[in-house]
């Protein structure tokens, strides 16, 4: 199975929803909206029909972070190494 971060990464092509997914949908939509359950249930039922019919729509989030943060990495880990050594 996809992982959620994966998914919300690279996007995904139609794939039919299973009930668990169904649930974590629900709760998420009455968490982020604050709404009845009856109206997250309404909500979620959309989302799923999206999922199952046109899939989900990239959203990257990981890979640029890393783009823009391994510069500091790098420059990190030489410093520390020239502490380390020395150098």
Do not use: C
């Not at 709404?35 to 799923?48: D, M, N």
């Not at 729509?57 to 050594?85: C, F, G, T, W």
């Amino acid at each position: 199975a996809d992982s959620y971060a994966g998914i919300l990464e690279k996007g995904s092509q139609p794939r039919q929803v299973d009930s668990a997914e169904a649930d974590r949908i629900i709760r998420w939509v009455i968490f982020k909206r604050h709404v009845t359950a009856e109206q997250g249930i309404e909500a979620a039922q959309h989302i799923v029909s999206k999922i199952e019919k046109t899939g989900n729509n990239p959203h990257p989030y990981i890979e640029p972070a890393m783009e823009l943060m391994m510069p500091v990495v790098k420059d990190a880990v030489q410093h520390r190494l020239s502490e380390v050594l020395g150098v």
